[in-house]
């Protein structure tokens, strides 16, 4: 029995010891991870997947037929008092469509405003058909089967169809 104690004893620092620089070593891959994203458009995933961000620009699309348009507003609270004025038609939405541009999922969440309160449904973009949410604070955001876009509204006057838009630096550093 004493062996085996002993046995632990000694090999214990040397497993943590491997442990420790597999560690070091799982960092330097996230940094060079996110090095070869910007540079390739490429990235990893927690489980090692490599997704590419596919591009969808909106300012050179040659047809949108707007299929369906919903309000979807919560439950009555403090927040929904913004949301209750606040809509798109069908026309709007093709008329404001191409002053979005495309960014990441991480970008849009910390650039815009969020608010409870969205436009969404069915348009068809050049043939394909997207879900889409447009968010209150200017975002948009359009969905094909497990694919996902990303987009903000980067016009001026975003309050003239949404209640808010893109945040301000000084917004940004509150």
């Known amino acids: 029995m004493k062996r085996n104690h002993l046995a632990i004893l000694l ?3 040397i497993l943590l010891a491997c442990h420790s620089n597999d560690h070091k070593s799982k960092i330097a891959n996230s940094t060079q991870d996110s090095i070869d994203q910007i540079t390739t458009g490429l ?6 997947a490599v997704v590419k961000r596919i591009e969808l620009p909106l300012n050179s699309v040659k047809t949108v037929e707007v299929l369906s348009v919903n309000k ?3 439950v009555n609270n403090d927040e929904t008092d913004d949301c209750r004025g606040w809509s798109l038609t069908a026309d709007q939405i093709k008329n404001i469509l191409k002053y979005f541009e495309q960014m990441g999922s991480e970008e849009q969440y910390l650039s815009y405003e969020w608010y409870p309160c969205v436009v969404k449904g069915k ?3 050049d043939e ?8 209150g604070g200017g975002t948009l955001t359009l969905q094909k089967n497990d694919t996902m876009f990303f987009y903000g509204f ?9 209640i808010s838009g893109e945040l301000t630096q000084k917004q940004l550093q509150q």
């Open 154 to 162: 980067r016009a001026e006057k975003a309050t003239d169809y949404f």
């Open 128 to 135: 394909t058909t997207y879900a889409y949410y447009f968010g």
């Open 72 to 74: 979807g507003v919560p």
């Open 123 to 125: 348009i068809k973009i």
């Open 11 to 13: 090999i214990g620092p």
């Open 43 to 48: 990235k990893k995933t927690m489980d090692g």
